[in-house]
């Protein structure tokens, strides 16, 4: 900086352009060289430069694509594992219900017990518990177990006639069929051993 007269100093611009704004030519450095353009061991490097540039930048995006499908993983696995937690307890929970059902059924389930009951059913049901099976059915044999047979002529398909057990899901998941009786229709001719030979 530049003493001025009154005792401040002044700043010193310095106009490092390389281009001369006045004349529009190069500008040749104090120290008398000229720029040089780049040469081809710059350019070399620079392409060099580049592709681990490139080869940086895949390996991000792979890593990141992995990393994304492990998060999904993980949220997949911890739905599984919670949805088995729920049904391991609501597994335990049927033989509860079939009691309450059968006091239900001969009419002992009243005053506070039926409080009790219906809160229980509604907790189960809140958690994704749903019974099925009614007398009438047509027989499934995926959703259905089949304790008793016979033939009936007031069916024309496999139906069940008398539910014995309820069938419980867990939103699609099967916790345990239906015990049931089945009818079939009287036409059908029933298998014997001797049609096998």
């Known amino acids: ?49 580049k592709a681990q540039l490139t080869e940086r930048t895949a390996d991000l ?26 049904a391991g307890a609501l ?19 009243n005053g506070g017990f039926a409080k009790v009951a219906e809160s229980l059913e509604a907790t189960l049901t809140k958690l994704g ?12 044999p995926t959703v259905h177990e089949a304790l008793m047979h016979s033939y009936s002529p007031d069916v024309t398909e496999p139906t069940a006639i008398e539910v014995l057990q309820l069938g419980y899901r867990m939103g699609e998941r099967l916790l345990r069929p239906a015990r049931v009786a089945v009818a079939e229709p009287e036409d059908a001719p029933p298998a014997s051993a001797d049609d096998d030979n």
Do not use: C, W
């Open 1 to 49: 900086m530049l003493p001025r007269d009154n005792g401040h100093e002044e700043p010193v611009i310095r106009d490092n352009r390389k281009i001369d704004p006045e004349t529009g030519k190069v500008r040749v450095p104090s120290d008398g060289k000229a720029e040089q353009p780049a040469a081809p061991e710059a350019k070399a490097q620079d392409g060099e430069l």
């Open 61 to 86: 995006q792979r890593l990141q694509a992995e990393y994304t499908n492990y998060r999904k993983r993980v949220e997949r696995d911890r739905i599984a594992v919670r949805e088995q937690a729920v």
């Open 91 to 109: 597994m335990e929970l049927l033989p509860v219900l079939d009691d309450i059902g059968r006091a239900r059924d001969h009419g002992e389930l």
């Open 129 to 140: 518990l749903s019974a099925f099976g009614q007398k009438g059915d047509p027989f499934d």
